[in-house]
């Protein structure tokens, strides 16, 4: 992974299971007390967390930079 390519190496991907080659962030997790965390998701199912009403606003600019440098979308 390189600095700010926003692409974390793989493992599950919080929501479908599934093991992946990379996976993004797709969201932070705060409590209350205790230390928080992060949830991961492969790039598709990324793509859809990034549509729903809960969704983080830097996560549809996160997917739109890794479309840039991949040359998709």
């Known amino acids: 992974m390189t600095a700010g390519s926003g692409i974390q190496p793989g493992g599950e991907c919080d929501r479908c ?3 992946v080659d990379e996976r993004v962030t797709i969201a932070i997790v ?3 007390s205790g230390p ?3 949830a ?3 790039l598709p199912c990324a793509r859809i967390r990034a549509t729903g009403p809960y969704a983080p606003d ?3 600019g996160l997917l739109d930079d890794i479309d840039a440098r991949r040359g998709t979308r």
Do not use: K
């Open 36 to 38: 928080g965390g992060s």
């Open 58 to 60: 830097w996560l549809v």
């Open 30 to 32: 705060e409590t209350g």
């Open 17 to 19: 299971h599934a093991w």
């Open 40 to 42: 991961y998701g492969c």
